[in-house]
């Protein structure tokens, strides 16, 4: 079982619409999760992270987990073109396992 | 402020030819320090790390090495580039340990022709 799986999608939606991308995880011990957004070309920059379980709010995003059931989630509102990327979840000790990232399209 | 830099930004070698990439950080001391690769569409591969001067974690088996002369330079390497060594490299660094929140370069783009 692979420790962190998330899935690559693609995933299109329409301008305005709710994401939801999610991940799960094998390892309860984690405690810190984190949501990466990669533009094509570009490295990833962190864009949210949360410790434990909770929700995390920062604008249109929101970071969820939930460790019961070891769910990673991001949800994005009003979604816009300039989302479009790819979305990768990370956890874990050192080093940080990632997942295999969901590549996000907001049609327009 | 804390700042990595990464280069060269892209990068276009024949096979058979070294490869020498540098990571640098700024503003930070002691940071664990990561390479990864990033082939097209694909997830990222945790190639090497460090933890500190000297002390690198290989990943991977293959045709790179990694060494880190200083604090804050991580360098990847190669003696002769196959074909298959194309992607995407990127350095990444920690400096809060105990949340191991990572923050990456803006990456080399290797084309091995």
């Known amino acids: 079982q692979k420790e962190v799986e998330q899935d690559p999608g693609p995933l299109s939606v329409p301008e305005g619409a709710i994401v939801s991308l999610n991940c799960t995880y094998s390892n309860s011990a984690f405690q810190y999760f984190m949501w990466y957004r990669q533009y094509s070309r570009k490295g990833p920059e962190l864009l949210m992270y949360?410790?434990?379980?909770g929700n995390k709010e920062d604008g249109r995003f929101t970071a969820q987990v939930d460790k019961s059931s070891k769910y990673i989630s991001l949800f994005i509102r009003d979604s816009q073109p300039s989302d479009s990327a790819t979305y990768l979840c990370a956890t874990g000790n050192t080093p940080l396992v990632f997942g295999k990232g969901t590549r996000l399209s907001v049609i327009a | 402020s804390q700042t990595i830099h990464q280069w060269p930004a892209t990068l276009v070698q024949p096979v058979g030819s070294p490869l020498s990439l540098e990571c640098t950080v700024e503003g930070t001391s002691n940071p664990n320090l990561y390479w990864y690769r990033q082939a097209a569409g694909r997830g990222l591969q945790l190639l090497f790390y460090?933890?500190?001067?000297?002390?690198i974690s290989s990943e991977v088996p293959q045709n790179l090495s990694a060494s880190r002369p200083q604090d804050r330079q991580f360098i990847l390497s190669s003696k002769k580039l196959l074909l298959s060594d194309s992607g995407f490299y990127l350095c990444a660094w920690v400096a809060d340990l105990a949340k191991n929140i990572q923050y990456f370069g803006a990456g080399t783009r290797l084309s091995v022709l």
């Open positions: 460090s933890v500190g001067i000297g002390q």
């Open positions: 949360t410790y434990s379980s």
